[in-house]
């Protein structure tokens, strides 16, 4: 069976601050990992995925994520955050012998001016 | 360009009537089709997935259920809404492994 934890519910951080937001998977199969973003009123976007090869990956707005096996997580960092990061953050995980997703329950950013 | 859409944005409903979600996705050819329900406070709980025409998996047993008449249409239906069906609901398509998601914009769903 497949999981998804997200340890922080919500994460209060100052602007320009760095933050993380953790993400631990539990997985007997290989797997892929995604971070997906939801801004107030709206959809899921995809923030960033690792499928294979580096374990660093970026997005285009300065979020990066490693995947750390011998840690099953999978955390989402950025160094600096500005007030338009403020949004609801799930972490997934894909694995490669099912047909869909787990998510996390999600972890609330707010970017404090 | 692939396109999804999923209509309408906000839905206010009575206990005890019928509910009609459409997705569509346009761009490409049969898609993996699935219907997320997020409850307030919660996270994303898949409610159905279809691999192909009339080929409907559920993954929680409840008041809703779903139909895929046509290869890029997916439609959530039920036929006397509950207090409890209130949430965000979001249609999401793939075309297979390690590609991830990609998400509709979302139906606010409130029954009052």
């Known amino acids: 069976a497949q999981s998804v934890t997200q340890l922080d519910s919500q994460v209060p951080v100052f602007e320009e601050a760095p933050v993380e937001l953790r993400c631990n998977y539990s997985?007997?199969?290989?797997?892929?990992l995604f971070w997906y973003v939801q801004y107030p009123n709206q959809g899921l976007q995809l923030l960033l995925k690792?499928?294979?090869?580096?374990?660093l990956v970026e997005s285009i707005n300065g979020f990066e994520a490693e995947f750390n096996k011998s840690q099953t997580s999978f955390h989402l960092r950025k160094p600096s955050v500005h007030i338009s990061d403020t949004a609801e953050y799930f972490c997934?995980?894909?694995?490669?012998?099912?047909?869909?997703?787990?998510f996390g329950t999600g972890t609330s950013l707010t970017v404090i001016p | 360009s692939q396109t999804i859409h999923q209509w309408p944005a906000t839905l206010v409903q009575p206990v005890g009537s019928p509910l009609s979600l459409e997705c569509t996705v346009e761009?490409?050819?049969?898609?993996?089709l699935y219907w997320y329900r997020q409850a307030a406070g919660r996270g994303l709980q898949l409610l159905f997935y279809?691999?192909?025409?009339g080929q409907i998996s559920s993954e929680v047993p409840q008041n809703l259920s779903a139909s895929r008449p046509q290869d890029r249409q997916f439609i959530l239906s039920s036929k006397k809404l509950l207090l409890s069906d209130s949430g965000f609901y979001l249609c999401?398509?793939?075309?297979?492994w390690g590609y991830g998601y990609t998400f509709g914009s979302g139906t606010r769903l409130t029954v009052v």
């Open positions: 999401a398509w793939s075309v297979g």
């Open positions: 761009g490409t050819s049969n898609p993996n």
């Open positions: 279809s691999v192909g025409i």
């Open positions: 997985s007997s199969v290989s797997v892929y």
């Open positions: 690792y499928l294979s090869g580096s374990t």
């Open positions: 997934a995980l894909l694995s490669n012998t099912g047909n869909q997703f787990y």
